[in-house]
């Protein structure tokens, strides 16, 4: 029996009300921590694991003011009775973004911050920087810019900014959303490691499968603010939503036989006289300047009526640099791009906007009109269509996303999903034949990623659909075909049932093989074609 | 609900989060509009990132405001290499203080009383920032009075008037949306 | 340069600056011109790199010499009494307009804005130096040492973390926008609508910016920001070559005020020499 005091952290009938809202984020939480263990805190957007982590870190009733019930205790003191610098010396927490959590122009001064905040003399904190940055792995990104470095780099420097500080808890909200999966495996062996050292992690996330790669001790369940579950590994894969969740596929091969099997029919489809090709890369090169090196290297392909192409690949391997070529935002260095057979060097993009829309990964990025209507005349006024034709295509676009109710709203209110579904329905209205998303998924949870990329594919419009992905299901699930990239040349590009077999060559490529993947191989005999977990199971006696 | 009445002389962490990313919004924005080379009409220069310090002051207060002026404008100065010149600052900074003198009157970004508000200060901070910049500039450099009313002050407020009365009102719609999604209070 | 503390040489900068502005008594300001030029040539910046600032000084020296003071004779303005020796007399009309200008370019006008060349320049060169010697990291400790709170000072470095960020996020809306075939090059209609055409630019990067800040206050506020005295861990050290220029910045302050308020020094006057080359 551990001693409640010695518990680093123990929450009890714990509930918080916002100011701001009517209904409480969280309600009753009970739960405690021991030291080394891994804890999961798996739940879909909304269900309350951030208030929850809100509550622990000290933000909430620091700088986020409501009702709060109920205790929250660090090895036995009340959270409420501390300070932010004591609460924080005990508890790291890592944020969503890594990006934004990173403060220092230099990574020394990033590591630094939380030390000279306390006000330590200089020399232990230079010292305690480079104890936190071995620890990390990363001593030698000391004296870099924090600007420059990779995803993974960027969490491992938020990581030591916040062991630094020496906590016994650590807080980590949805880290693996913005890694690729080499990166995440990577990152979800340092919290493995930091659990053996003594410390205790607690992870909120809802890549569940991927977190179980290192086995938490503990799992709880968050559904709209009440913990529905909390126990074992296995116990979670019996209760959760498969569909809300995202679990391994045996598990939701297994579960799904005995529900409705999913609808889903794309609306893009390969047809044996579908030989019109809309894009055509010949001989492509990049480079940003002639002292770089090349970042896209004798780059060949087509893209064809009918195809809906998953682009797969590390970062940094030269995706987006690849599909900005084809609306002519970049243009190559040697070779050609053919956009309906002209080239990009000789049309303006507004002119390959006609043929080509681009979606960029967040639609925050795009927004700006006072309301819906505005945001979606923007891209047809822009080609030029005349004023009845502006109106039919807004209309038909937005009818084409089902957000017809919100025409008049502002777009910047609009939750991030609806935000996505206009940032979509703003190609849709000039009309463009051909669709290129990069990182559809990029920020929302699965359940969320899942229903958007079905009704993206199931609507019509688009004549072939491209998108770029790190996720390697996504792309099995959704693609006819996948072209792997890998240093800025074309590995790979064929049928999902053709390239994906081979998974010492995946790993080969930085892509790794999913339980999806394997479910698959294991039935390909029988289907002779890729599916989701769920079509699985109705398709295997 | 909270209180709505908030003091515009607060500097705690979020306005020092604010100020810092004004100051770095508009240095970047104020560069990069210098170098798309925006063709311009007549005397007044499409100045677009003057609106920043000025909303940045309406929305957060006028220490805000002016951090992200007086900031910006060296930190746009220096990226451009063009120096360091304090009294060029100090009015910028002006310019994001003034406005943010009735940022505690300003509760409902999208009414029209807000907007009238907002443009009659963009005004007023636009004579002020640039007056005190032209009047310095007398000092310095020994011009007389209409020297620099003609060459410098009349040319400089002029357009960041214009530039402020167009673009303030489209950032305050915008902000209206955007302003209830932070919890912090 | 490099040796010099930071917080030093911005306590000479501003010293520099408000003496030489006391003068137009052209003995100081070739004093001041000459330890100017001294300072800059101590930071040892080279050509290629100090080109762009040259240029914006260059323009404003020469619509402030050449065209406000030498042409049009406004730049003198109460420092040169009315009168003088005439050395181009001259009164021509704008056309169109019908304004007559009527001037004359006097030998005073003409040494004064040498003085004005001497004045400006030594400030310019004091003040166009400071960013091509100063470490961007070195900015929040040095407002810290010259008495600023530690909150404002922080803001400055802070700022400079977000520079690439922000410089980054531009580009991409510039990049999406274009996507939905909007082209900054075409911009039609009168200075309105043109300015308007800068929304979908700057709402987005704006808005963004404000919503990530959120995320940026929660990350400050987790690692206990504000919550005790800072500490900076940028190297700031006195030496005496420090406290020396220190105190040759009082000096010179001091000097100046004792010299144009006490022994009224600072007055501008015409040499001989100069006058005798025209007359």
């Known amino acids: 029996m551990i001693d409640e005091n010695s518990r680093p952290l123990v929450i009890e009938n714990l509930s918080f009300r916002y100011n701001s809202r009517k209904e409480p984020a969280i309600q009753e939480i009970n739960l405690s921590v021991n030291p080394g263990e891994v804890m999961l805190i798996a739940g879909s957007s909304g269900c309350g694991k951030t208030t929850l982590m809100r509550c622990v870190n000290g933000l909430i009733p620091n700088a986020y003011h409501g009702d709060l019930d109920g205790g929250i205790r660090l090895y036995g003191q009340s959270v409420l009775d501390m300070e932010m610098a004591e609460i924080s010396q005990k508890v790291g927490t890592i944020l969503q973004d890594p990006e934004r959590q990173i403060l220092g122009t230099y990574v020394l001064n990033d590591v630094a911050f939380g030390l000279e905040s306390l006000g330590l003399p200089r020399d232990e904190i230079l010292l305690r920087v480079d104890q936190a940055l071995e620890r990390m792995g990363i001593l030698h990104l000391r004296d870099r810019e924090t600007f420059g470095t990779s995803g993974g780099e960027k969490q491992k420097i938020a990581l030591a900014g916040v062991l630094a500080m020496n906590p016994k808890i650590l807080l980590l909200d949805e880290p693996l959303a913005s890694l690729d999966p080499a990166s995440a495996h990577e990152a979800l062996q340092i919290f493995r490691q930091l659990a053996d050292e003594g410390l205790s992690v607690v992870i909120v996330e809802h890549r569940v499968e991927d977190v179980f790669a290192i086995e938490p001790e503990r799992v709880v369940y968050m559904d709209e603010g009440q913990i529905t579950y909390q126990g074992g590994r296995e116990g979670l894969m019996q209760v959760v939503d498969y569909t809300r969740i995202k679990l391994p596929a045996e598990v939701v091969f297994t579960r799904a036989k005995n529900d409705p099997p999913p609808e889903f029919e794309p609306a893009v489809v390969k047809t044996e006289d579908n030989s019109e090709e809309l894009v055509k890369f010949d001989g492509v090169h990049f480079r940003y300047d002639e002292d770089l090196p090349f970042v896209l290297e004798d780059i060949n392909f087509t893209i064809k009526k009918g195809d809906i192409i998953a682009i797969l690949g590390h970062n940094g391997s030269g995706k987006t640099t690849m599909v900005k070529h084809a609306l002519g935002l970049l243009k190559p260095t040697k070779g050609v791009v053919l956009l309906e057979g002209q080239e990009t060097k000789t049309i303006t993009i507004a002119t390959a906007a006609k043929s080509v829309g681009y979606v960029f990964q967040s639609p925050s990025q795009m927004l700006f009109a006072p309301t819906v209507a505005d945001e979606l005349a923007f891209g047809p006024k822009n080609l030029g269509y005349s004023k009845d034709e502006v109106r039919d295509n807004v209309q038909w676009a937005i009818q084409t996303v089902n957000l017809s109710d919100e025409m008049e709203s502002p777009p910047l209110a609009l939750s991030f999903g609806q935000q996505k579904r206009i940032s979509i329905a703003a190609i849709l209205a000039m009309r463009s034949r051909l669709l290129m998303m990069d990182e559809p998924t990029a920020g929302q949870d699965y359940w969320n990623y899942r229903s958007f990329m079905d009704s993206i594919l199931q609507m019509p419009g688009f004549e072939a659909i491209v998108f770029i992905t790190h996720d390697l299901d996504l792309a099995l699930t959704y693609a006819n075909r996948i072209i792997i990239l890998y240093d800025g040349q074309i590995v790979a590009d064929d049928a999902p049932e053709e390239i994906l077999l081979d998974e010492d060559q995946l790993i080969k490529y930085r892509i790794l093989p999913t339980s999806l993947l394997r479910l698959n191989k294991l039935h390909l005999p029988e289907t002779g074609s890729f599916f989701r977990a769920e079509t699985l199971a109705h398709k295997i006696g | ?185 | 340069m490099d040796r010099i503390d930071p917080r030093a040489r911005w306590i000479f900068s501003f010293a520099f600056l408000l003496s030489a502005t006391m003068f137009w008594n052209p003995a100081f300001l070739l004093l001041f011109f000459l330890l100017a030029v001294t300072w800059y040539l101590l930071g040892r910046t080279r050509w290629k790199e100090t080109r762009r600032g040259w240029l914006l000084v260059g323009f404003m020296l020469f619509t402030m010499i050449v065209i406000n003071t030498i042409i049009t004779g406004g730049g003198a303005g109460g420092v040169v009494p009315p009168g003088g020796h005439v050395l181009w007399p001259a009164g021509f009309t704008i056309p169109l307009v019908n304004w007559q200008i009527y001037f004359g370019l006097t030998v005073e006008r003409l040494w004064f804005a040498i003085c004005q060349l001497m004045r400006l320049g030594g400030v310019s060169l004091i003040f166009v130096l400071i960013p091509y010697t100063m470490d961007p990291r070195a900015y929040g400790a040095t407002f810290r040492g010259l008495a600023m709170p530690d909150s404002v000072a922080y803001t400055m470095e802070l700022s400079f973390r977000f520079i690439p960020t922000l410089g980054r996020d531009l580009a991409v809306t510039l990049d999406a926008q274009k996507a939905r075939g909007y082209e900054l090059e075409k911009f039609k209609g009168g200075i309105f609508q043109k300015i308007a055409r800068i929304a979908p630019l700057l709402v987005p990067v704006t808005m963004n910016a404000i919503i990530a800040s959120e995320d940026v206050a929660n990350a400050m506020d987790l690692r206990c920001f504000g919550q005790a005295k800072r500490t900076w861990i940028y190297p700031l050290r006195y030496h005496w070559w420090d406290h020396a220029l220190i105190a040759f910045s009082a000096l010179m302050l001091l000097g100046s005020v004792v010299a144009v308020h006490i022994f009224n020094a600072g007055g501008f006057w015409v040499p001989d020499w100069f006058m005798r080359l025209f007359v």
Not at chain 2, 79 to 86: E, H, P, V
Not at chain 2, 129 to 156: H, K, Q, R, Y
């Open chain 2, 1 to 185: 609900m909270t209180e709505k009445k908030k003091s515009i002389w607060r500097f705690g962490t979020r306005e020092v989060v604010y100020a810092a990313i004004g100051a770095a919004l508009y240095a970047v924005l104020g560069y990069a509009t210098n170098m798309l080379q925006l063709p311009g009409a007549g005397n007044v220069a499409i100045r677009p990132a003057v609106v920043v310090p000025m909303f940045f002051g309406i929305a957060f207060g006028p220490i805000v405001g002016f951090i992200t002026g007086f900031v910006g404008n060296v930190l746009s100065d220096l990226l451009s290499g063009w120096g360091f010149w304090f009294w060029w600052d100090l009015g910028n900074g002006l310019m994001g203080f003034i406005p943010g003198l009735i940022a505690a009157q300003i509760v409902d970004y999208r009414a029209t009383k807000s907007m009238v508000m907002g443009v009659v200060f963009v005004v007023l901070a636009a004579i002020g920032g640039m007056g005190v910049a032209s009047v310095s500039e007398m000092w310095v450099s020994g011009a007389d009075i209409n020297t620099v009313v003609f060459a410098n002050f009349i040319p400089a407020s002029m357009s960041n008037i214009i530039n402020g009365v167009i673009l303030l009102p489209i950032l305050m719609v915008a902000y209206a949306a955007v302003s209830k999604r932070s919890g912090r209070t």
